[in-house]
């Protein structure tokens, strides 16, 4: 199993540009989530979704959208960049209310 | 999901035993004590979680106090690749999905 991927790794955007952050895991894993860290921070929650069709809101989701067509799939989409998402991005997964999550390596992104 | 609180940061010489305390003072019934860290820039790393028993794996032992007030995780013979920021986090297992991270404890061993 790969576990949790996300591409790119890097990724640099002027503001007012839209990109996806791409997730995918292949674990069968009904649970994703997106987190962000910014520099010397934890995490905060932004989308997650208990399976597909189904997302709902963390604590900071203003900014961004999230869809889940697919198990495996959960996209986030950056509509309108501003420098105050610079941040890394984290994607994770894990099977049901009870277990362990699983992190995806980051995607390190800068808004100039 | 309760709060927890964590001291911002710790030292541990290598090769002792590294004791890292959570309050989780408003913790209800259902919610387990889940243990994360966090090394250099990866995406962290789940380590152990319990209810009320102590629990213990290969990485660590987590000891909850009986009223589940507190707990410590303890990494019983840190290396110097233990150097992380350790996450505690007390989360519902039965319903809500969100898993909320707070600042965590940024732990450095020392040779």
């Known amino acids: 199993n790969a576990g949790v991927t996300q591409t790119p790794k890097f990724q640099v955007l002027k503001t007012g540009q839209s990109m996806t952050l791409q997730c995918a895991q292949d674990?069968?894993?009904?649970?994703m989530s997106w987190y962000r860290q910014d520099p010397g921070m934890g995490l905060r929650l932004i989308h997650y979704?208990?399976?597909?069709?189904?997302?709902d809101q963390g604590e900071v989701p203003n900014g961004y959208n999230v869809s889940r067509s697919t198990t495996e799939d959960f996209p986030l989409r950056l509509l309108s960049a501003a420098p105050s998402q610079t941040s890394v991005y984290f994607c994770?997964?894990?099977?049901?209310?009870?277990?362990?999550?699983?992190f995806g390596p980051g995607t390190r992104l800068t808004v100039l | 999901d309760a709060k927890t609180t964590q001291p911002p940061s710790m030292d541990c010489a290598e090769g002792r035993a590294a004791n890292l305390p959570c309050n989780h003072s408003?913790?209800?019934?259902?919610?387990?004590v889940y243990w994360y860290r966090q090394i250099h820039s990866q995406g962290p790393q789940y380590i152990i979680h319990?209810?009320?028993n102590n629990e213990t794996n290969e990485m660590a032992s987590l000891i909850i106090t009986e009223d589940r007030k507190s707990s410590t995780l303890i990494l019983p013979h840190a290396t110097l690749r233990d150097t992380a920021v350790y996450y505690c986090?007390?989360?519902?297992?039965?319903?809500?999905?969100?898993?909320?991270f707070g600042a965590g404890t940024r732990l450095f061993v020392k040779a």
């Open positions: 994770a997964s894990r099977a049901g209310s009870g277990n362990e999550q699983f």
């Open positions: 674990m069968n894993h009904e649970y």
């Open positions: 979704s208990v399976g597909a069709g189904i997302t």
């Open positions: 408003t913790i209800s019934g259902n919610e387990y």
């Open positions: 319990g209810l009320k």
């Open positions: 986090i007390v989360r519902d297992n039965t319903g809500g999905f969100k898993t909320i």
